[in-house]
C-alpha cells in the first residue's frame, strides 16, 4: 500500500505485450512494428511475454499468464478485445499505443479499465519510456540516457523532438510519457507518480490543456514543492487556444490565468521550445538557484554588455564584487581586466583567468550564480578553458552557466562542458534567460508556501447577509447587481464605499445632492450598462442645485438615445472623493475555465481597457499574495512616492485584496466582479464604482469546491483538555510546521519511529518533510495536536514552546471512494486519549469529504495499535501481500 498506485503501470515487473503476430511482421501495424523493435533492443529488467488475442487458448491456458502492465498495439477495431484479455489475466495497468481512436471507442475503453480496476495510459498517445528499467514502451524513438530529468508531454511530435535534442545533448531521462487527447491516466496523475518517483529530480511538461484544475492544481502543487517543474504551455493566444483545444481535447483557459497558476503551484514556466531545451540543460544539471543575481564573467565586452542588457530587460539583477573583493581578484587577472560591474578578464585572460574570476564570484554572497562567456581568440585553446570551468564548477557550489561564442572552433569545448554537466549556450541571451527560468522557482516557491484559509484576520464580514442579497437578486432572476447592491455587498464585507443614493427623479437628485453636500457625482443605475461613461452615464463634480437638474436630464436623454433598450433605474448620487492625490486602481474578478474565480489588480480609471493593466492572481489570498499581486501590476511604480504626492496606504490597499478574497472564498454565486476606480492614497483606499455579476452555484461550492486551490480548513481547529491538567490543540497541519514536525519524529522513540515509517530513519528527509507539511486539504488530511509548555533555560528565563504531540493523516485512494491513513503520537503522550481522538478527527473529515471507506496498515508486531484499532471499531485481517503487517478498515 506503500507503493504509488501507478507502479504497475511506470514500474512493472511484468509485461505482456499485444502487437500481433511476432513471427508475422506483415501482419502487424507499423506501431506494433515499432514497438517490438523497441521492447526487444535492450533487456528489459522484468518479464516481457509477447500474445496473439487470435491465437490464445482457453481461460484455463490464460491463467497461467499474469503481468502487471498490459501493452497494446492492435488496430483500433480489436483494441477492446485487448483489454478485456488484458482485465481477465488481472492486469493492474494498460497502455494503448493505438492510434485512429475516437472518443466514443476511447470511452468505451475507459468504461472496461474502470470495471477491471486498470490504470489505462492511452490510447493515442506514443507511449512511455524508463530508461533505469531498461524499459522502452514507445514508438518515440530509441530508448533514451538515464537521467534525473522527467519529460510528460501532451504532443507525441514533440516528444519524439525533445528526445531526438537530448541525445545530441547528453540529456537523459528518469521517464518520458507521451499523453494522447484521451487517456484515462491524465497529467495530474502522472504529476503525482513523479513527484514520488526517487529516480526523478526534476520534471519538464509540455501542456496544452487540462481536463480538471482542482486535480491538475494539487497534482502540480505537490510535484513542484519536492523537485523543479518547468511548463511550456502551448495556446498562448486566441489562435493557439483553439488549435490546442483541437488537439489535445483538454481545456485551455486564459493564459494569463494559466501563468498565476503555473506561478501559485511553485512552477516555471517558459515561452518557447527554445527557452524549454534551455531550462532543461539546467534541470539536468540539477541547479537549484536562491536568487535572482548573476554575476558576469567575460573576455569580451559585447557580448557581457548585451547578456548585461538582458539580464535588465527580464528583471534579474547584475550582480557585483564587493571593492575589496574586486581588489582581491584584480592582483590575480591580466593588467587590462575590469571589474566594474561586468567582471571582464580582457582578451589576455588564459585558463587560470577564468577559474579565478568564477570562483571570486562563486565565494561572493551577493552572487547566486555565475554565466562565463567566452569568445574565441588566436592563439587560445578553447578546451583549455572549458576545462578550467569544468575545474571551477566543482567548488563554487552555485550555479554556472556558459556560453562559448562562435562554432567550428568551441565544439570540442562544448563537449568538455557537456560532460561536466554545465549548460553551456551559443549566445549570451539565451543564457541569461536560462538563469532567469530557474531562478523564478525560488520566487514561486515561496508563493507555493503559502496556504491562507478562506477568511483573513480582519472583522469578521457578514456572510449571511451577503448571501441574503445575492439571493434576493436571484429570486428576481436578474445576474448584474446595480450599483446600489454591489456597494452594499461590496459593505459587507467591509470595504470602503462612497456614500450611494438611488434618485429616481429630477426633484429627489436635487434633494439627495444637497443633503450630501456639493460637490456631487451623477451616475446613470442600470443592469444593462456596464460602462457608464460611454453612454454619457457619467457627469462629475457638480458644485450646485442646477448642475444637478441640467446634468440629470441631459444624462436621461442621451442614454435613450444611445441605449433605448437599457433599462433605467434612476440616477445614483455621491460624494466625490477628497482625496485630490489619489492614484486610481481597480479590483476584480473574473471566472477562467477551468481554473475557476481569479482576482485581478491593475491600474483603474476610464482607460482601463486601453492601458491593459492586469496582474492576476488566484484565491485565496493573504497579505504576502496580496502584496506580490500589487507588484506584478505596472501601477505598482505610481503607488509610492510619485509626482510629488506622498505613499499610498499599502496596507489599506492589501486589506481591499483580502476582503475580495474572502468574497471569492464565502460567495461561489460570483462570476464578474469590477470594482473601478478605487481610490487610494495615504489616507486610505476607497471604492467609487462597482459592477458584480452573478448566477446560482452548486450547493457543494459551500464546501469551496469551486476553488482552484482549497483554503487552509482553519475551521476544523478543535481544543480538547488532557487528562490530569492541561489542553491540547487538534488542527490541520501547515508548512510552518516543518521544523515542528521535523523535531516530534527525532524525539520519537527508535520503536515508535520503526512502527509509523517501517524504517531506521531518525528524521524525514528534506522532500518527505515537504511532502508531509505542504498538503492539498482536497485529497488528503493531517491533523497534529499541539500543546503549549512553558520551559525554564538555565539563566531560568521561562519560555512558551508550542510543540506537535500527535499526527493523524490520510490520503484519498485511486477510487476516490477510499483512503489510507497513518497515526503516531509522541511516546510521552501515548495513553492520555490522543491517539483515539486524532483517529476520530480525521475519520469525520473523510467522512465529511464524501469517502465510505478508511484503512490502513499495522505492523502485527504492534499490539498497542491494534487494540486502538479494534476499540475504534475498525476490522482487523491479515494483509495478503506481506505476512508481517495487518489490515485495518472500517466504513464511514
Given at each position: 500500500m506503500d507503493k504509488h498506485f501507478l507502479t504497475p503501470l511506470f514500474s512493472p515487473k511484468s509485461i505482456?505485450?499485444?502487437?500481433?503476430?511476432?513471427?508475422?511482421?506483415?501482419?502487424?501495424?507499423?506501431?506494433?512494428?515499432?514497438?517490438?523493435?523497441?521492447?526487444?533492443?535492450?533487456r528489459f529488467t522484468g518479464s516481457l511475454v509477447f500474445l496473439d488475442i487470435h491465437t490464445i487458448g482457453t481461460l484455463a491456458e490464460l491463467a497461467h499468464t499474469q503481468a502487471d502492465l498490459a501493452v497494446i498495439a492492435m488496430p483500433p477495431g480489436e483494441v477492446v478485445s485487448?483489454?478485456?484479455?488484458?482485465?481477465?489475466?488481472?492486469?493492474?495497468?494498460?497502455?494503448?499505443?493505438?492510434?485512429?481512436?475516437?472518443?466514443?471507442?476511447?470511452?468505451?475503453?475507459?468504461k472496461i479499465a474502470r470495471r477491471d480496476g486498470i490504470h489505462l495510459l492511452g490510447p493515442n498517445c506514443l507511449g512511455f519510456q524508463r530508461p533505469h528499467l531498461q524499459l522502452n514502451a514507445s514508438v518515440a524513438g530509441v530508448l533514451s540516457a538515464p537521467g534525473p530529468l522527467a519529460l510528460v508531454s501532451q504532443s507525441g511530435s514533440l516528444t519524439s523532438s525533445i528526445l531526438d535534442w537530448a541525445k545530441k545533448n547528453g540529456v537523459g531521462f528518469s521517464?518520458?510519457?507521451?499523453?494522447?487527447?484521451?487517456?484515462?491516466?491524465?497529467?495530474?496523475?502522472?504529476?503525482?507518480?513523479?513527484?514520488?518517483?526517487?529516480?526523478?529530480?526534476?520534471?519538464?511538461?509540455?501542456?496544452?490543456?487540462?481536463?480538471?484544475?482542482?486535480?491538475?492544481?494539487?497534482?502540480?502543487?505537490?510535484?513542484?514543492?519536492?523537485?523543479?517543474?518547468v511548463v511550456l504551455k502551448a495556446g498562448r493566444k486566441p489562435a493557439g487556444n483553439r488549435a490546442a483545444l483541437t488537439h489535445s481535447g483538454s481545456i485551455v483557459g486564459s493564459d494569463d490565468v494559466f501563468d498565476s497558476a503555473l506561478r501559485r503551484a511553485g512552477a516555471v514556466r517558459v515561452r518557447s521550445f527554445v527557452q524549454l531545451f534551455s531550462a532543461a540543460k539546467c534541470l539536468a544539471s540539477r541547479y537549484r538557484p536562491v536568487g535572482r543575481?548573476?554575476?558576469?564573467?567575460?573576455?569580451?565586452?559585447?557580448?557581457?554588455?548585451?547578456?548585461?542588457?538582458?539580464?535588465?530587460?527580464?528583471?534579474?539583477?547584475?550582480?557585483?564584487?564587493?571593492?575589496?573583493?574586486?581588489?582581491?581578484?584584480k592582483t590575480q587577472l591580466p593588467p587590462l581586466a575590469s571589474l566594474c560591474d561586468l567582471i571582464d578578464v580582457s582578451e589576455d585572460a588564459g585558463p587560470e583567468h577564468f577559474k579565478a574570476a568564477i570562483e571570486a564570484a562563486g565565494k561572493a554572497r551577493q552572487v547566486d550564480g555565475v554565466l562565463a562567456i567566452y569568445s574565441p581568440k588566436i592563439g587560445m585553446d578553447s578546451a583549455t578553458i572549458a576545462t578550467a570551468l569544468a575545474e571551477s564548477h566543482k567548488h563554487i557550489g552555485k550555479p554556472l552557466l556558459t556560453c562559448l561564442m562562435g562554432d567550428a572552433s568551441v565544439g570540442e569545448a562544448r563537449l568538455i562542458l557537456n560532460e561536466a554537466a554545465i549548460p553551456t549556450f551559443r549566445t549570451p541571451e539565451a543564457a541569461v534567460g536560462a538563469f532567469g527560468n530557474i531562478a523564478s522557482f525560488y520566487q514561486n516557491q515561496q508563493l507555493l508556501q503559502q496556504t491562507p484559509p478562506p477568511l483573513s484576520d480582519l472583522a469578521k464580514p457578514d456572510v449571511e447577509g451577503a448571501r441574503m442579497l445575492i439571493e434576493s437578486v436571484l429570486a428576481e432572476r436578474r445576474k448584474v447587481l446595480t450599483e446600489m447592491e454591489s456597494k452594499a455587498l461590496l459593505a459587507a464585507f467591509h470595504i470602503p464605499v462612497t456614500k450611494t443614493i438611488l434618485a429616481r427623479s429630477v426633484n429627489e437628485a436635487i434633494m439627495i445632492a444637497t443633503q450630501l453636500g456639493f460637490p456631487v457625482a451623477l451616475k446613470i443605475d442600470s443592469p444593462d450598462i456596464s460602462h457608464k461613461s460611454d453612454v454619457q452615464g457619467v457627469v462629475l463634480n457638480i458644485v450646485n442645485a442646477v448642475g444637478v437638474r441640467d446634468s440629470y436630464v441631459?444624462?436621461?436623454?442621451?442614454?435613450?438615445?444611445?441605449?433605448?433598450?437599457?433599462?433605467?433605474?434612476?440616477?445614483?448620487?455621491?460624494?466625490?472623493?477628497?482625496?485630490?492625490?489619489?492614484?486610481?486602481?481597480?479590483?476584480?474578478l473574473v471566472t477562467d475555465d477551468p481554473f475557476g474565480p481569479v482576482i485581478a489588480f491593475g491600474a483603474g480609471g476610464t482607460m482601463i481597457e486601453l492601458i491593459n493593466d492586469r496582474?492576476?492572481?488566484?484565491?485565496?489570498?493573504?497579505?504576502?499574495?496580496?502584496?506580490?499581486?500589487?507588484?506584478?501590476?505596472?501601477?505598482?511604480?505610481?503607488?509610492g512616492e510619485w509626482r510629488g504626492a506622498a505613499p499610498v496606504n499599502m496596507v489599506a490597499l492589501e486589506q481591499v485584496l483580502l476582503r475580495v478574497s474572502e468574497m471569492v472564498c464565502e460567495l461561489p454565486q460570483l462570476r464578474e466582479m469590477?470594482?473601478?476606480?478605487?481610490?487610494?492614497?495615504?489616507?486610505?483606499?476607497?471604492?467609487?464604482d462597482a459592477r458584480i455579476v452573478i448566477d446560482n452555484a452548486p450547493p457543494s461550492a459551500r464546501r469551496y469546491n469551486h476553488l482552484a486551490i482549497l483554503p487552509y480548513p482553519a475551521q476544523y481547529e478543535q481544543l480538547?483538555?488532557?487528562?490530569?491538567?492541561?489542553?491540547?490543540?487538534?488542527?490541520?497541519?501547515?508548512?510552518d510546521d516543518a521544523i515542528m514536525l521535523q523535531e516530534f519524529v527525532r524525539h520519537l522513540s527508535p520503536e515508535s519511529r520503526y512502527f509509523r515509517f517501517v524504517s531506521s530513519m531518525q528524521e524525514l528527509p528534506a522532500t518527505m518533510l515537504a511532502r508531509f507539511t505542504l498538503i492539498d486539504y482536497d485529497r488528503e488530511m493531517a491533523l497534529v495536536a499541539v500543546t503549549r509548555e512553558r520551559q525554564v533555560d538555565a539563566d531560568g528565563i521561562a519560555t512558551e514552546v508550542t510543540r506537535i504531540v500527535g499526527v493523524s493523516r490520510y490520503i484519498t485512494n485511486p477510487d476516490r471512494s477510499s483512503c489510507e491513513f497513518s497515526l503516531v503520537v509522541a511516546d510521552e503522550f501515548k495513553g492520555k486519549g490522543l491517539g483515539s481522538r486524532l483517529m476520530l478527527s480525521i475519520m469525520d473529515f473523510a467522512r465529511e469529504k464524501g469517502l465510505t471507506e478508511i484503512e490502513g496498515l499495522v505492523l502485527a508486531n504492534n499490539p498497542t495499535m491494534l487494540k486502538l484499532m479494534r476499540g475504534l471499531g475498525f476490522h482487523v485481517k491479515p494483509f495478503s501481500e506481506d505476512a508481517d503487517f495487518k489490515l485495518v478498515s472500517q466504513l464511514l
Open positions: 505482456v505485450v499485444f502487437a500481433g503476430k511476432v513471427d508475422d511482421p506483415a501482419s502487424q501495424t507499423l506501431q506494433a512494428q515499432a514497438l517490438h523493435r523497441a521492447l526487444v533492443a535492450q485487448a483489454l478485456e484479455i488484458a482485465g481477465r489475466i488481472k492486469c493492474r495497468a494498460a497502455l494503448v499505443i493505438s492510434s485512429g481512436i475516437d472518443a466514443t471507442l476511447a470511452a468505451e475503453l475507459h521517464t518520458v510519457v507521451s499523453l494522447g487527447p484521451n487517456t484515462a491516466v491524465d497529467m495530474a496523475q502522472v504529476l503525482d507518480f513523479l513527484a514520488a518517483d526517487a529516480n526523478t529530480h526534476s520534471i519538464v511538461v509540455y501542456l496544452e490543456g487540462i481536463s480538471n484544475a482542482r486535480r491538475f492544481m494539487s497534482a502540480l502543487r505537490a510535484a513542484a514543492n519536492a523537485k523543479p517543474v543575481r548573476l554575476a558576469i564573467v567575460t573576455n569580451g565586452g559585447g557580448p557581457g554588455v548585451l547578456a548585461a542588457d538582458w539580464v535588465s530587460e527580464i528583471n534579474l539583477q547584475l550582480a557585483c564584487l564587493t571593492n575589496e573583493q574586486a581588489q582581491t581578484l441631459e444624462m436621461m436623454q442621451a442614454v435613450a438615445k444611445l441605449m433605448p433598450d437599457a433599462r433605467i433605474n434612476g440616477v445614483t448620487i455621491q460624494n466625490m472623493s477628497s482625496q485630490k492625490r489619489g492614484r486610481e486602481v481597480c479590483v476584480g496582474a492576476m492572481e488566484l484565491p485565496p489570498l493573504n497579505q504576502f499574495l496580496a502584496r506580490r499581486l500589487i507588484e506584478r501590476s505596472r501601477v505598482a511604480e505610481t503607488l469590477d470594482i473601478n476606480p478605487i481610490i487610494v492614497d495615504e489616507s486610505g483606499a476607497l471604492a467609487v480538547w483538555p488532557l487528562p490530569g491538567g492541561g489542553e491540547y490543540t487538534v488542527r490541520p497541519i501547515h508548512p
